[in-house]
């Protein structure tokens, strides 16, 4: 039987569904519907997915590791598409990352700054970044700690090739919708801080597949959607388990 993920009526039927679903979201918060933008995960899924995903409009995609943008790129040589890291990041990947991303939203410490700024000068690229901060007391997540992002937004001030453009989190993975708010709840008030500060952070990046409306709710600029748009993840062969970032 075909793989349904890379067939365009799919796509386009589950695509439909999610923005249908973050535009009464966005009503039943008191917010314009075109406040919030979606980007696609497309993680795990092969190039013929994003292939697909393009037929409906969509460039820009957000991938976790750093050789699944490496394979697709080269998969899809000469394509238009704009590259999101949402991973953890590994200093040892910033060069790879320099040559081949748009955005790195999982930035959340000065040595990945670092390793990022050099490789950008060699490039002669600049990159936009969202600070990753850790909203969640779940080990398993990862990001800044939130008492350590106003000298964070000080020092990168310092670091000409990284545009800071906002913030994302991953909230605790919870069936306690107050418990998820609360890490989106969070990450405004730091954004908020951070901007009296004279800090320019305009995005938040908050809320994925099973917790989106929760992050509307909150002021999310930007939501993280794989599932509810691919269907459900298999990691495929050509991506197995031995790639870390």
Same mark, same amino acid.
């Given at each position: ?9 799919? !796509? &386009? ?44 409009? @969509? ?16 998969? @899809?040589?000469?394509?238009? *598409?704009?590259?999101?890291? *949402?991973?953890? %990041? ?9 040559? #081949? ?29 969202? *600070? ?11 990001? #800044?700690?939130?008492?350590? !992002? ?11 090739? !990284? ?38 952070? &305009? ?10 409306? @929760? ?19 298999? *990691? ?6 031995? %790639?870390?970032?």
């Amino acid at each position: 039987m075909s793989d349904p993920t890379n067939d365009y009526a799919y !796509l &386009a039927h589950n695509w439909a569904a999610v923005r249908e679903r973050v535009d009464a979201a966005c009503r039943a918060a008191g917010r314009e519907p075109g406040e919030v933008s979606i980007l696609p995960v497309s993680k795990t899924f092969g190039p013929e997915v994003v292939r697909a995903a393009m037929a409906l409009g @969509l460039h820009r995609f957000g991938e976790n590791k750093v050789q699944e943008i490496r394979s697709k790129s080269e998969a @899809l040589a000469g394509e238009s *598409i704009e590259w999101v890291v *949402i991973g953890h %990041l590994q200093t040892n990947k910033a060069k790879e990352v320099a040559r #081949l991303a748009s955005e790195v939203q999982s930035l959340d410490r000065l040595e990945l700054a670092d390793a990022l700024q050099r490789r950008l000068e060699i490039e002669d690229r600049s990159l936009d970044v969202l *600070i990753e901060v850790k909203t969640s007391p779940e080990d398993s997540k990862h990001g #800044l700690p939130a008492d350590q !992002l106003s000298s964070f937004l000080h020092a990168l001030r310092g670091y000409d090739r !990284l545009r800071v453009r906002g913030l994302m989190t991953l909230a605790v993975q919870s069936d306690d919708a107050e418990a998820v708010r609360a890490c989106f709840r969070q990450l405004r008030h730091l954004r908020d801080a951070g901007q009296d500060q004279g800090h320019d952070l &305009a995005r938040l990046s908050m809320g994925m597949s099973g917790d989106f409306p @929760l992050a509307i709710a909150e002021g999310a600029t930007e939501i993280r959607v794989g599932t509810a748009i691919f269907g459900v993840r298999q *990691i495929p062969k050509t991506y197995g388990t031995e %790639l870390n970032n």
